[in-house]
């Protein structure tokens, strides 16, 4: 009898519940059905386990998309009314269900056609192009007018998803234990709600973001399969208020083209190619690093690297360079595509899932096999699909180092036994091959292993003393590469992806606030220097290619560090305001128009020249100009490749 009054009073509403949220799943599972029925000449799918592979991976963005549309029906469903089970009640459930799921569905029936043309899935950015077109009521209807069929077929499968629907009913039901009710709908109700989030997220681990656009490249194996994984509802929602993209006017494209030439080629000769190892260093500000706050004369100052500060002696370190980007995937984007991130992130956005000119698409072309470490769970801040996009051959995460006794607790496995297990792989390779890392520890919890407890300074703030265990791990890492027989002939690089705390005052303000180190490095000790220019996360892709002798134009905003074409600069971008650092002078603009002008060395931002403005801060605010059109126009247009 207590079985019954506790657990059953409800359970009926539940399972109804289910069925109608199950309906939604089988008809978007129709819906890519017809998706690939439309486009198959488009979107390559070879094998019959191909395709189950590609429905069984959208479930977690069809998932995402069907509990938005119906967070109002759930939530009416499973709240404490009483009257829930009256027919009224039910009506309105109905209404609610339809009105939200058949609007969200059409869309899919949209792309069915739309896919052909755009070869994107429909996104906010799609009805901004046309938000200023007088006929848009014209075009629509002649839609249907030319793709009647479409619409037949959206009709028909409606009626059939209201006929399944009503198969399944709520007879009234009258609730006399009340407490029994009451308790085991909250119950059900905190239960639901964390199912919502994880569902929602696309997961429910802490180390990974909310999936988006960028994420269903993770799970294919050719690029084109991304839009069958997705689906138009999820891709709508998904880059709501993320329409950051668009066109700037200031200048002809000619004019761009000549102050900025965002297409680059080198004619270096190298006798034999080299490896390329990159470390992306999680949160590794340039304030940490002693060899690269040398000429600052801060007061009191203190190293936190001391392996790092011996191998900067032997290396051309630029300590004046600066992220492009505020978070990590910023830092990936920047680092290995020459993409900065400004008010939103391009990874993030709805145009993430267009063909890249890349650091890995261009080795790959010259014959590298290129490769990418991370010990998150894999697809962890949507690095595994976003180097799908750019064209890594290979993707090493959590799964691939398959032993959890080195997982941190939080975000993956500890950096020491991640950059040995790289290591081992890497000794696999054949040469020449391009590997690069993202390192993890050096973040919050700022916790070392406990093996590791008292071994490094905890100094003034809690990155301290991560920061000592990320610098010994890459020194286990340099100590156990230099006798394997690859180790000669490798260019190593090192940057961080951004900043993290800051206990300086010279970084706590102003665009130091993005100062990163950016450290290249040869056992023959020949690329030893110092350079004090501008430099940035940009950069890297350029000069490495610069290095390895790659002879071919590619697009690039950013300049080779070891060539004099191009005068040095940082772009950067607070989440407000852009940045742009050249010469003499610091800009800061709007995206419109300038609004201050500060002495390159006023970190404080403390004097504004503006009003006694001059032809070299004229000309460094056409420059800024002329790269935010340039990158707003090649996102815009798919065009971040050269032939």
């Known amino acids: 009898m207590f079985f019954k009054y506790t657990i059953l009073p409800r359970l009926k509403e539940y399972y109804v519940l289910f069925y109608r949220l199950g309906l939604a799943y089988f008809f978007y599972f129709i819906a890519r059905l017809l998706f690939f029925f439309y486009n198959r000449s488009l979107l390559h799918v070879d094998s019959f386990s191909e395709f189950i592979n590609i429905c069984f991976r959208g479930l977690t963005f069809d998932t995402t998309a069907i509990l938005y549309v119906n967070i109002l029906f759930i939530l009416f469903s499973i ?70 069929h479409v619409l037949v077929l ?57 999936i988006t656009l960028v994420d269903a490249n993770k799970f294919v194996l050719k690029s084109v399969h991304a839009a069958m994984v997705l689906n138009t509802p999820f891709t709508l929602i998904r880059t709501i208020n993320k329409n950051y993209f668009k066109y700037q006017h200031f200048f002809t494209d000619n004019e761009v083209d000549t102050l900025i030439e965002p297409i680059k080629q080198y004619n270096t000769v190298v006798s034999k190619k080299p490896n390329i190892v990159l470390f992306i260093v999680e949160s590794y500000g340039r304030e940490y690093l002693g060899a690269f706050n040398k ?18 002696q032997h290396s051309l370190i630029f300590d004046n360079a600066f992220a492009n980007g505020r978070k990590s995937i910023h830092g ?34 010259y014959g590298y096999d290129t490769s990418f470490f991370h010990g998150a769970p894999n697809g962890s801040m949507g690095f595994l699909g976003f180097g799908n996009i750019l064209g890594l051959d290979h993707y090493y995460g959590k799964t691939e180092f398959n032993n959890d006794s080195e997982f ?21 390779k054949k040469e020449p091959f391009f590997a690069s890392v993202f390192t993890l520890t050096s973040h919050d919890p700022f916790i070392p292993p406990a093996k590791y407890k008292n071994s490094f300074p905890k100094g003034n703030i809690p990155m301290h003393q991560v920061v000592g265990y990320t610098d010994f791990a890459l020194k286990r890492f340099f100590e156990n590469a230099k006798n394997e027989p690859w180790f000669k002939n490798t260019i190593f690089v ?55 002798g790659y002879k071919k134009p590619f697009r690039s905003w950013g300049r080779s560090l070891i060539s004099n074409t191009t005068k040095p600069f940082v772009i950067t971008h607070t989440g407000n305001v852009f940045h742009f650092m050249k010469g003499n002078y610091t800009c800061v603009f709007d995206g419109n128009k300038s609004i201050g002008f500060y002495a390159i060395n006023d970190d404080l931002f403390a004097h504004n020249l503006i009003d006694s403005k001059n032809d070299e801060m004229l000309a460094i605010e056409n420059e800024c100009k002329a790269y935010i059109q340039d990158y707003m126009k090649r996102i815009l247009d798919k065009k971040l490749f050269v032939e």
């Open 295 to 312: 000429r600052y004369n801060i007061p009191n100052y203190k190293s936190y690297t001391p392996f790092l500060d011996s191998l900067a």
């Open 332 to 365: 990936m984007s920047s680092v290995l595509a020459g993409i900065p991130s400004f008010k939103v992130a391009f990874t993030s956005s709805s145009f993430s899932n267009q063909k890249i000119q890349s650091l890995a698409s261009c080795l790959n072309d």
């Open 154 to 210: 959206f009709i028909v499968i409606s009626w059939l998803w209201v006929y399944l629907y009503k198969k399944v009913s709520i007879s009234p039901k009258k609730f006399t234990h009340k407490i029994s009710y009451f308790s085991t709908s909250i119950l059900a109700f905190l239960v639901f709600g964390i199912l919502i989030v994880g569902g929602i997220r696309g997961d429910f681990k802490h180390s990974t973001r909310p």
């Open 408 to 428: 941190d607790g939080m975000w993956g496995i500890w950096d020491e036994p991640f950059l040995q297990y790289m290591k081992q792989v890497v000794n696999t």
């Open 494 to 548: 090192l940057t961080a992806d951004h900043t993290n705390q800051k206990f300086y005052s010279k970084y706590q303000n102003g665009i130091n606030r993005s100062a990163v180190p950016i450290l290249f490095y040869k056992s023959d000790n020949s690329l030893a220097k110092v350079d004090t220019l501008l430099a940035q996360q940009i950069d890297i892709y350029p000069t490495l290619l610069d290095m390895v």
């Open 79 to 148: 709240l404490p009314f009483v009257i829930n089970t009256k027919p009224l009640y039910q009506k309105i459930l109905f209404y609610i269900y339809f009105s939200t799921n058949l609007l969200a569905y059409f869309t899919n029936f949209i792309d069915f056609i739309y896919y052909k043309f755009s070869n994107f899935r429909l996104t906010i950015a799609t009805f901004n192009e046309f938000k200023g077109e007088t006929n848009g009521a014209a075009l629509f209807f002649s839609f249907l007018k030319d793709y009647w």
